[in-house]
């Protein structure tokens, strides 16, 4: 089947998780994705941990499917190998240091005249932009550092502490925005035949995702409070324990499902005309009273019999699952949503893209040994043996 990147090559100078990604959900769309690495470490996630078969579980969940070529970017000879790559590319991604590209000559400025089809993204976690770069510019930005910066920290954690994500959330939202930013930069190239330029912001990035507690707090109003795994401003909405000692995860959205919720679940019909939980803001205002009532019931019942009565009256309800249940997530494996791709260290399961189609199958290729594909890509690009030995010898690859 024809997949919608087949024949796009993207080159990517890239670490870390946000821009590689981007460029692996390219790669699934069947883009070739040539990621140019360091010569002997290669990209630093790649020593994050060992916990896949010898691999780090960040780098093989955002490295599948692309060719590794190592390459020392500031030997004298990269520049010849550069220019030979971006001639037949359609995109370059980079989230180097903030003017890092610019001094090695891949700016978008400096490569549009020679390459006007060219779509250059840079991600940093500032925004890199030189007319208008802004104070933090030049600020190191990891992911937590950008989950502060951008308030995610100041509404996420219990009351007395805050607390972080448990995955990667600034730099994956940074990654989801280069990704569509580049789509969106392809559709436009079809139809004026121009290469353009995209700058992904972390921060803005989150920035856009803190939007509800952004505009809880307008013109001054009090943010949204630190509630844990509960929802900050509506109840009941959030993690409830079992008297099995499990817990059960519910959300409310409206007056019907508060009704049935007090007839079907609590089986105290009453309660949904109490004055005290009358409305969301009213429940929300007294959250223990109702917090109390709720798991004197709970506590009486295991978790499964909670979720039977939950669906019963059409509540939306979760477990809460850890890491090992998620591998073995019934609807997941009802989906036929796992496939194997294969790694250096052998096959390891992997999910497919979200979004399944029935237009094409996604790209699912191995990830690539550091360098992997160095000689070969260099062979293509019209290098011969001797030198690409020499290159070898010389350390630029």
């Not at 070739?32 to 960040?58: C, M, N, T, W």
């Not at 019907?256 to 005290?276: G, I, M, N, S, Y």
């Not at 019999?305 to 890491?323: G, S, Y």
Request: with cysteine; aromatic share 8%; glycine share 10%.
């Amino acid at each position: 089947m024809t997949r919608p990147l087949d024949g796009i090559t993207v080159v990517t100078l890239e670490h870390a998780i946000a821009a590689p990604f981007c460029t692996r959900q390219l790669a699934d769309l069947g883009a070739r994705v040539i990621k140019i690495e360091r010569p002997g470490s290669g990209d630093f996630a790649r020593a994050y941990d060992e916990r896949v078969k010898g691999l780090a579980s960040h780098f093989v969940w955002s490295n599948r499917s692309k060719e590794s070529l190592t390459l020392d970017v500031k030997h004298p000879q990269a520049q010849t190998v550069l220019a030979h790559l971006l001639a037949g590319a359609d995109v370059l991604v980079q989230n180097l240091a903030p003017g890092a590209a610019a001094r090695l000559g891949l700016s978008f400025d400096a490569l549009h005249a020679r390459h006007p089809r060219l779509i250059v993204c840079d991600i940093s976690g500032y925004g890199d932009d030189p007319a208008n770069p802004g104070p933090y510019r030049d600020k190191k930005a990891y992911d937590l550092l950008i989950q502060s910066e951008s308030g995610f920290l100041s509404v996420t954690g219990s009351p007395g502490e805050p607390a972080k994500a448990g995955c990667s959330i600034a730099d994956i939202a940074a990654g989801m925005y280069a990704y569509s930013g580049i789509l969106g930069a392809l559709l436009l190239r079809n139809k004026t035949g121009q290469g353009s330029r995209i700058d992904v912001s972390m921060l803005e990035s989150m920035v856009e995702w803190m939007g509800y507690p952004l505009y809880y707090a307008f013109d001054g109003a009090t943010p949204p409070p630190r509630a844990g795994a509960a929802h900050a401003t509506i109840y009941p909405y959030g993690p409830f324990a079992a008297g099995d000692g499990k817990t059960v995860m519910l959300g409310l959205q409206n007056e019907r499902e508060w009704a049935a919720f007090c007839k079907l679940v609590l089986q105290q019909p009453e309660l949904a005309t109490d004055a005290r939980f009358a409305s969301n803001s009213k429940r929300v205002a007294n959250r223990p009273a109702l917090q109390v009532l709720i798991g004197e019931v709970f506590g009486a019942l295991g978790a499964e019999q909670v979720i039977a009565r939950l669906d019963a009256a059409q509540i939306a309800n979760a477990r809460m699952n850890d890491m090992h249940e998620v591998w073995q997530h019934p609807q997941l494996q009802a989906r036929r949503r796992w496939t194997e791709v294969a790694t250096p260290g052998g096959a390891i399961p992997a999910l497919l893209p979200p979004g399944a189609t029935n237009a094409f199958a996604p790209r699912m290729d191995a990830v690539p040994a550091l360098g992997q594909h160095t000689d070969a890509i260099l062979a293509e690009l019209g290098w011969s043996a001797a030198a690409i030995d020499a290159l070898r010898r010389e350390g630029a690859i």
